[in-house]
């Protein structure tokens, strides 16, 4: 009796595992209530393997959204999706990232993305319009969901080639970089001081419409020749020879 209930239990297991490793992504998440500010568009697939052609954060576009849910975290009760998205021939950013704790705060792992920079610069309230240039590539190692962006984070930014086109004149600013943190609940971009311009500044990223920061530009032995001009579009110096910047 007992091998027969033991047999029984083991059929079950394999027959749900079946289940849900078949069971169409496209009608679990008709059940889930997604965020008003998050669509989801021509989902295929199933909850084991799934496909999302777009999927719209505000006027963020993701495109190519590929899953995997792992089966071993499954038997850990912490359901883990491996996530790719984007790719050279789509707009919008391009990478990498492991989702884990589905089933409380969300957590965010090894995640990597690269996006061009205009897409931020066009976020930005500054003195006078610009265009950037090139790519920014965000590494993350830890990225805890809370409110009202983050809990816990731990990343680094990059912008290898940056070069913005300001009044017609396109000026290349070199390396710049900085950490990510997360303070009281918001998103936090701390700028290397290590920098051609001079530059210091923080910014904050409290929701993914909301952006504001502040900080200074020091013009020193290396700051670019043709960005001088624009100056006195940004204020006036102080009497550390700083100009202020925020958004």
Excluded at 100 to 129: G, V, W, Y
Excluded at 204 to 227: C, D, H, Q, W
Aim: proline content about 4%; hydrophobic content about 45%; charged content about 20%.
């Amino acid at each position: 009796m007992k091998k027969w209930f033991a047999y029984g239990a083991v059929f079950f297991s394999v027959y749900l595992v079946f289940l849900i490793a078949t069971m169409p992504a496209a009608w679990v998440i008709s059940f889930v209530n997604l965020p008003k500010n998050i669509q989801v568009s021509e989902l295929s697939g199933t909850v084991w393997q799934s496909y999302a052609k777009q999927v719209r954060i505000n006027d963020v576009e993701i495109n190519n959204v590929n899953s995997e849910l792992s089966f071993l975290s499954l038997l850990m009760f912490d359901p883990t999706v491996m996530v790719k998205f984007g790719g050279a021939l789509v707009n919008g950013p391009e990478g990498k990232l492991t989702a884990s704790q589905l089933l409380k705060q969300i957590k965010i792992t090894d995640l990597d993305i690269s996006l061009a920079a205009n897409q931020i610069a066009e976020k930005l309230n500054l003195a006078i319009p610009i265009e950037a240039h090139n790519f920014i590539d965000i590494s993350i190692d830890e990225f805890i969901v809370g409110k009202p962006i983050c809990e816990q984070m731990k990343g680094s930014l990059k912008w290898q080639k940056a070069a913005v086109t300001a009044l017609s004149e396109k000026v290349k600013l070199g390396a710049l970089s900085a950490n990510l943190t997360c303070e009281k609940g918001a998103l936090t971009f701390i700028m290397s001081p290590k920098n051609d311009l001079g530059l210091t500044f923080t910014a904050y990223l409290r929701s993914m419409t909301k952006v504001s920061g502040n900080g200074f530009l020091k013009p020193g032995a290396n700051f670019p020749e043709k960005i001088k001009p624009i100056l006195p579009f940004i204020g006036k110096a102080d009497k550390q020879g700083r100009y202020r910047l925020n958004f």
